[in-house]
C-alpha cells in the first residue's frame, strides 16, 4: 500500500484539479504501477532523480509554464 499512497494522492489531485501538472517519483518501476500512473495523465519519474530527467518533466507539454 505504501507504494500506491502518492499514485492515490496524485489521483484525487487530477480528479480535483485537471489543470495541475503532476509527477510521481520512485524507485517502484513495475510495468502496471508506471502505467497506472501514465494512464491518469501523471508524468513518471524513476530514481534516481536526475537533472536531466527534470528538464524532461519540465519539457513536457502537459508541464506547467
Known sequence: ???ALPILVAEKIR???PDTHL????ANVQDTLRQRIVD??????????TEAKLAAF?????AGS
Open 58 to 62: 519540465f519539457d513536457h507539454p502537459t
Open 1 to 3: 500500500l505504501h507504494d
Open 40 to 49: 491518469a495523465g501523471i508524468y513518471f519519474i524513476a530514481k534516481p532523480v
Open 15 to 17: 480528479a480535483l484539479r
Open 23 to 26: 509527477a510521481v517519483i520512485t
